[in-house]
């Protein structure tokens, strides 16, 4: 990689990075989101700082956590997620650890649910803070209206995305008793033909409603408004 020389010295960082690292970190946080083509995310984003990742690991971190310091947002995150993916999963170091923090700090501020957050990434928290990720407004209380299914009802309650083909949720009673949450959606990524397949289970309807509040944790493109009480948290603020 060739060596840029700005106001603070040598770096062996192109002028962009922080830019680069943003784009990035959309990228890895929801693809479906960001315009840049996929193909282009390892050629340009990832592969330019592969050599110095593996030559001095330690400086990568340092250097690249100071230069997305003051970009902030997005850029924090992905370059926490290029030091993972290039220098390894297993590496620590006080300036990965401090932009790996940042990143989460930035993501729990704006109110990315936790179910958002990698199983590594929320270890890491755990281990670094005393305190949940966040906390959602209670579970409404078992006398909260929610209207009793029709026998044969097949209830819609949530589409999942705008796109015509998107998941939709279903409930309806159990053949043996209960009741069941069904997902409705495409076979797989080249067949969309459309197939149902259970998804939970509960004995009432109000811990079935629950369960997928608790499973969604935010509000999806669409929830009816009995459901609505048992998203326990807000849409992210990104």
Excluded: K
Excluded at 23 to 41: H, K, L, T
């Amino acid at each position: 990689m060739a060596v840029y020389r700005g106001m603070s010295g040598a770096t062996r960082f192109p002028p962009d990075v922080a830019s680069r690292m943003e784009q990035f970190g959309r990228f890895e946080f929801d693809p479906s989101e960001v315009s840049i083509d996929a193909s282009r995310v390892w050629s340009e984003l990832q592969a330019p700082f592969l050599d110095f990742a593996r030559s001095d690991p330690e400086e990568f971190a340092a250097e690249l956590a100071d230069a997305v310091s003051s970009a902030g947002g997005f850029a924090l995150f992905g370059a926490a997620r290029t030091i993972w993916n290039l220098v390894g999963s297993d590496f620590r170091s006080p300036a990965y650890d401090r932009v790996r923090m940042a990143a989460l700090e930035f993501l729990r501020s704006h109110g990315v649910p936790a179910g958002r957050i990698s199983a590594h990434d929320m270890r890491f928290w755990q281990e670094q803070r005393d305190e949940p990720w966040l906390v959602g407004r209670p579970r409404p209380t078992a006398e909260t209206l929610i209207t009793p299914l029709a026998p044969g009802e097949m209830r819609p309650v949530a589409r999942v995305t705008a796109e015509a083909d998107a998941d939709v949720v279903y409930v309806q009673a159990g053949a043996g008793g209960g009741y069941r949450a069904v997902v409705e959606a495409p076979y797989n990524d080249t067949d969309r033909s459309r197939v149902r397949r259970d998804w939970l289970g509960a004995s009432t309807l109000h811990e079935l409603y629950a369960r997928i509040g608790e499973a969604f944790q935010v509000p999806v493109h669409w929830i009816c408004d009995e459901l609505e009480p048992f998203i326990p948290l807000p849409r992210p603020r990104l």
